[in-house]
Nanobody, 129 residues
Framework: QVQLAASGGGSVQAGGSLRLSCELS????????LAWFRRGQGKEREPVAF?????????YVDSVKGRFTVSHDNAEKFMIYLQMNSLKPEDSSMYYC?????????????????????WGQGSQVTVSS
């Protein structure tokens, strides 16, 4: 059974940085499509960044390109990170990590949240102007 435990988040002023983390437990040595989604108040959950652990390719939505970086580390624990720099008020959202064994979910286009089987509990990010 795969489980994701999220940590990080918080409040920061515009221009600041935050790092979100998720620890994946369960099948650490299988390939995954890893993803970060976010949901702003009154909005639907939207993709932010994807990472394919099979080939290390990443994908970002245009609004975060050059500011956010998705990465993972499986040395001691399977960790998924989202480094967020130059934060803007419009980045304020609940952020969710997600994972799925089907690595094709990371290719060609952003797949919606219903495609992912495993989810973290969410981390609130608030950016003030």
């Amino acid at each position: 059974q795969v489980q994701l435990a999220a940590s990080g988040g918080g409040s920061v002023q515009a221009g600041g940085s935050l790092r979100l983390s998720c620890e994946l437990s369960g099948y650490r040595y299988r390939p995954y499509c890893l993803a970060w989604f976010r949901r702003g108040q009154g909005k639907e959950r939207e993709p932010v960044a994807f990472l394919n652990t099979d080939n290390s390719r990443t994908r970002y939505v245009d609004s975060v390109k050059g500011r956010f970086t998705v990465s993972h580390d499986n040395a001691e624990k399977f960790m998924i990170y989202l480094q967020m720099n130059s934060l803007k008020p419009e980045d304020s959202s609940m952020y969710y990590c997600a994972a799925d064994h089907r690595v094709f979910l990371c290719s060609s286009e952003f797949r919606g949240p219903l495609n992912f089987n495993y989810w973290g509990q969410g981390s609130q990010v608030t950016v003030s102007s």
